[in-house]
Each structure stands twice: as structure tokens, then as C-alpha cells.
């Protein structure tokens, strides 16, 4: 089952920090959250291919496959509007690896920075990070 992430997530709730922001904590709970791109529309966006159910304590590795014909990234902006994670570009066809701590609840971006990917195509997902 599929899952769009799209600017206001209703049904998914998840909030990500960036690992190591308050030394190494131990996680709660420690796995994948596999999501591609698409760019197919004139809206770009994230999808995400496992349920998406991420809470304070989680750590989790995102392994974003880009299946769109652009060049995409991935970073992870924190309530505070300050970035926590960045991911390096990659070409259609590639992967990356993010992997992210969970430490506050609160509302978390996830953006791509590549052009206007972000400004003119609003390929962002806004996600929320509840209590364990």
C-alpha cells in the first residue's frame, strides 16, 4: 500500500530531529521508512510506501528511491524552522540514506531543495510528530 505525503499529512503523524542533537540517545523504536518521488505532475512530492506512524523516541532511516525523470533531495526541517538533516542530491534512478532521531513533538518539513522543486513545484510534506 501506498501513502502520498502531501503539505498537510492528516492520516500520518511523524516528526523528525536530527540524530545525535542531544548526544547518541537510545531509541525506542529503530527501522526504514521507504518513500520515492514523483514528478510526473506539475506537483512533485514524496510517497511513501510503508505506513507512515513515527513518534517521539523513534529513529528512523529514510531510504528515498527517486523514481521521477529529475534530480531530487531530501531535507528535514525541525518545528523551529531550522534544518536537522540534509540528503545530497541524486539522479532518476538513485537512492539515498537518511537516517533521523525523533526527540520533540511538533510539526516537521520534508523538502527538496533542487531548483524550484520546493517554490514552484511544492514538493514538501508536512508531517507531525506525536508523544510515544
Request: with cysteine; glycine share 8%.
Amino acid at each position: 500500500m501506498m501513502h502520498r505525503l502531501v503539505l498537510l499529512l492528516a492520516l500520518a503523524s511523524a516528526g523528525i530531529a536530527g540524530c545525535g542533537s542531544n548526544g547518541d540517545p537510545t531509541p525506542v523504536r529503530s527501522y526504514t521508512l521507504h518513500i520515492r518521488t514523483d514528478d510526473a505532475s506539475d506537483k512533485y512530492a514524496y510517497i511513501a510506501e510503508d505506513p507512515v506512524d513515527l513518534r517521539v523516541g523513534d529513529e528512523v532511516t529514510f531510504e528515498m528511491s527517486n523514481t521521477g525523470t529529475l534530480i531530487h533531495d531530501l531535507q528535514i526541517v525541525g518545528p523551529d524552522g531550522i534544518a536537522v538533516a540534509t540528503a545530497p542530491p541524486v539522479a532518476s534512478g538513485g537512492a539515498l540514506s537518511l537516517t533521523v532521531y525523533f526527540d520533540e513533538a511538533g510539526y516537521y518539513q520534508l523538502n527538496c531543495l533542487v531548483d524550484d522543486h520546493l517554490t514552484k513545484h511544492s514538493m514538501q510534506a508536512l508531517v507531525e510528530v506525536v508523544a510515544s
